[in-house]
């Protein structure tokens, strides 16, 4: 069973436009974690925002945040104020598995594409 | 810092050649895993570590061995290379709160 689902294959946003690529996840831990990293075409894996299921307040980090929905098991990022060096491939991640033994598991990506 | 090094950048392989791929950290950090990325997809974890001297399968570890022999170094095996090995290879390292990506390895097998 997938564990991580992001459900928008590509997305085309114009800039300035805010945007939110849905993440959704399942597991049966109560303690794990969530990610966005960032893949832009040069190919590195930069990340972008953690949210931890004990959190209570969303995460945020500058034009990022992390809309987290722990009873519908979603973690959607969301991009304010989107610019052309936004466009990227993004993967939703997360952390899972007892101390001692946690996994890092990806979704498949969504290709985000910004027209100026 | 240099993070998260990766070696080799690039590799051409036969068929039914061997290699090693090397992960070296200087975060100190517990956890260590390698994925495959292959073109279009996701990123699929092979086998990970968290901790000197353990190992443990992901998602995708046939045809791959891994060592971590030293905290700060994770090696991927590949004992006879097959065409459907050909991808890119990430490793990361981290803890909880976040994990720090090399900048990859692109292994192509003829």
Known sequence: AQKITQTQPGMFVQEKEAVTLDCTYDTSDQSYGLFWYKQPSSGEMIFLIYQGSYDEQNATEGRYSLNFQKARKSANLVISASQLGDSAMYFCAMREGPQGAQKLVFGQGTRLTINP | ?110
């Open chain 2, 1 to 110: 810092n240099a993070g998260v090094t990766q070696t080799p950048k690039f590799r051409v392989l036969k068929t039914g050649q061997s290699m090693t791929l090397l992960c070296a950290q200087d975060m100190n950090h517990e956890y260590m895993y390698w994925y495959r990325q292959d073109p279009g997809m996701g990123l699929r974890l092979i086998h990970y570590s968290v901790g000197e001297g353990t190992t443990a399968k992901g998602e995708v570890p046939d045809g791959y061995n891994v060592s971590r022999l030293k905290k700060q170094n994770f090696l991927l095996g590949l004992e006879s290379a097959a065409p459907s090995q050909t991808s890119v290879y990430f490793c990361a390292s981290g803890f909880r709160g976040g994990y720090t990506f090399g900048s990859g390895t692109r292994l192509t097998v003829v």
